[in-house]
């Protein structure tokens, strides 16, 4: 039996946990075998029964909108590209107004497909490129040819016009590498670089992580990329909340000015969705929350004990619940259940020791930038408010903040939409390459 909208109750919350972010694993198919792989995709497997079909995918995404509707919407797999039905979900997701990114393995992309994806309305694509060396690449992901496939793929994308990413997987055998394919992904125009730290899950469980100290050097490296590449291409750690530590060890003032909130996302503003259906906190938890097909989003997202518990960052045990940072990092609740089987046990990947900086909690000074409720400190008109509808919610705050400096500075005391427009063509002036959804937004004026 399913949950209707009137049995389902939000319970009061401190922080607005809404489900900005929501990691979908369309199918487990896949044409791939990487050993990593979380979801242990079925590799050149055929048409399963088991995944929800075009409407109730349809039917998802309605569930997901009456919690954020303007969510950030990552349709993967196993390989996504492998549903026929894969252009409908992005255009019923796109047309939602989501902000809609397909996860690929690029091998598959061709002239045809891409075109398939740009009218669709997905808003880029993300292709994981683990090394520079081929043979490297290919041993990881398990097939021949996997990374030259890839790597044409950028080629097409550019040709057709679609913005596109790069995506990393840190193991023992590319953490050196970092570098050469950050600047890769700057050389071939991509508008953003994600490296993402394992969790020894799914098929991986058998893989070894990297080792503590070596997980300290890629966050070290990060950091000192992002410095590098300030302004030119957005660059950013996945499933590492350790990340804010470290930017605040090497600038604590710009932990206050940038967008490093949190700690780790999963049930605060994060989830997964599996082929069948099952709500996860993260796709790094295998642990279902409940079934999309019987239960409502809204009712699992904010009801289930395990979301409430992940919430709770008093709950934190060992290192996790007295250090500092607790309320930036919390460390990896994935990672700290795949190695102790308690989700609020310490992260084992870290190794600093609290109290390094004292016994007091470092919080940040500025308001979440993730959060939906946007606060207008100058006059708008309500043409210039809807303009705001194309920014995803996640940014909007930002943005906000962004078109009032520019008004502030100029003595604007009413921000209709031509300084709307004005003021966004500076943001794209000064800071696209590190949000090039903004592009987006300004290029959409063009076509009123």
């Given amino acids: ?33 990487c050993d990593h792989c979380y979801l242990d995709a079925d590799f050149r497997g055929g048409f399963r029964t088991d995944e929800l079909n075009t409407e109730e995918c349809f039917r998802v995404v309605d569930q997901i909108a009456e919690v954020n509707p303007n969510a950030f919407l990552i349709l993967t797999g196993g390989e996504p590209l492998l549903r026929p039905d894969i252009y409908e979900i992005i255009r019923y997701a796109a047309d939602k107004k989501f902000m809609v990114v397909l996860g690929t393995n690029g091998t598959l992309i061709n002239h045809a497909n891409a075109k398939k994806i740009k009218e669709a309305g997905a808003h880029g694509v993300g ?124 600038d604590a003032d710009s932990v206050y000015t940038r967008t490093y909130t949190g700690g780790c996302p999963a049930a605060t503003h994060y989830s997964r969705i599996t082929p069948e259906g099952n709500l996860t906190p993260c796709p790094f938890i295998e642990e279902p929350v409940g079934n999309l097909k019987t239960s409502s989003f809204k009712d699992l997202w904010y009801n289930s004990k395990l979301m409430q518990d992940l919430r709770d960052r008093k709950k934190l045990e060992g290192k996790c619940g007295s250090c500092e940072f607790s309320s930036m990092c919390s460390g990896c609740r994935a990672r700290a259940f795949a190695e102790t089987g308690n989700y609020m046990a310490e992260d084992p990947s870290c190794d600093y020791e609290p109290g390094k900086y004292g016994n007091k909690e470092i919080t940040l000074k500025v308001e979440d930038t993730l959060g939906l409720e946007v606060e207008y400190r100058v006059k708008w008109t309500p043409e210039a408010q809807q303009r705001l509808e194309r920014i995803p919610s996640f940014a909007r705050g930002m943005v906000v903040k962004g078109i009032e400096r520019y008004a502030e500075e100029r003595d604007i005391i009413l921000i209709d939409e031509a300084v709307v427009k004005k003021s966004r063509e500076e943001m794209i002036e000064k800071r696209g390459a590190m949000f090039p959804f903004l592009k987006k937004f300004i290029n959409s004026e063009s076509s009123d």
């Avoid at 994981?128 to 950028?154: C, L, P, Y």
């Avoid at 508008?191 to 070894?208: D, E, I």
Wanted: overall charge negative; aromatic content about 10%.
């Fill in 1 to 33: 039996m399913s949950t209707t909208e009137t049995d389902v109750q939000v319970p009061p919350v401190k922080m607005d946990f809404r489900a900005y972010s929501i990691s979908w694993n369309l199918t487990k198919r896949c044409n791939l075998n």
């Fill in 127 to 250: 292709i994981s490129i683990d090394s520079m060396d081929a043979i490297k690449h290919n041993k990881f992901r398990g097939v021949d040819q996997a990374w030259e496939n890839s790597t044409k793929a950028f080629d097409i994308l550019n040709e057709v016009g679609v913005d596109f990413l790069i995506q990393m997987s840190v193991s023992d055998m590319n953490y050196k590498e970092i570098p050469e394919v950050v600047a890769y992904a700057e050389k071939i125009g991509a508008m953003a670089f994600n490296l993402y730290f394992l969790v020894c899950t799914g098929r991986g469980q058998g893989n070894t992580d990297i080792s503590n100290a070596a997980y300290e050097e890629a966050l070290k490296t990060l950091y000192d990329l992002q410095m590098q590449y300030k302004g030119r291409l957005m660059i950013n750690s996945k499933c590492a909340p350790q990340y804010k530590r470290v930017v605040y060890e090497n």
